[in-house]
């Protein structure tokens, strides 16, 4: 599919050589990215706690409530990413409409909640302005997936119902 931009020209947005095919390689560098930093957490994490938080800089239990943290909601994150990545993969291959790519809204919109309430967890225990931005900004992408894949579920029922008229 191609737009017009400011100049007239147009410009391919979806297809493997469109923005969408450039953006599917960027999110797949932010998923290896994203390994690389969660399989680097039990030596980058003295680092940054002695950076950023000095004064938790000798509290093995801060320590430890964080690894455990950032496990669990990396690996959600994680898969949110490689759920995206499929759906632009889909995208590209221009077959938006199925029913793949509602099961990956729900996943994104589950991994969203089950992040959010680790969030609330951490609230709890360590609480930040930012832990509380980040908590409704995970509600609100929890919300939107959930939203999305039922779209895209019923246009996938009309996709199907359209082409067996057809």
């Not at 089950?114 to 969030?119: G, N, V």
Request: some cysteine.
């Amino acid at each position: 599919m191609k737009k017009k931009n400011a100049r007239g020209d147009t410009m391919k947005v979806l297809g493997k050589h469109g923005m969408s095919g450039f953006v599917e390689w960027i999110i797949y560098g932010i998923f290896i990215g994203g390994m690389g930093i969660w399989l680097s957490l039990p030596w980058s994490l003295p680092w940054v706690i002695k950076t950023i938080k000095p004064q938790y800089a000798n509290d093995n239990a801060f320590f430890y409530f964080m690894l455990v943290f950032l496990y669990i909601t990396g690996v959600f994150a994680l898969w949110i990413v490689w759920e995206i990545k499929k759906f632009f993969r889909s995208i590209n291959q221009n077959t938006p409409f199925i029913y793949e790519n509602v099961d990956a809204f729900k996943k994104i919109g589950y991994c969203s909640f089950i992040i959010a309430c680790c969030y609330i967890v951490k609230i709890i225990t360590y609480p930040t302005i930012l832990t509380i931005v980040i908590t409704m900004i995970f509600m609100i992408a929890g919300c939107f997936g959930i939203v999305v894949a039922e779209v895209f579920r019923q246009a996938v029922d009309a996709k199907c119902e359209n082409d067996l008229t057809i």
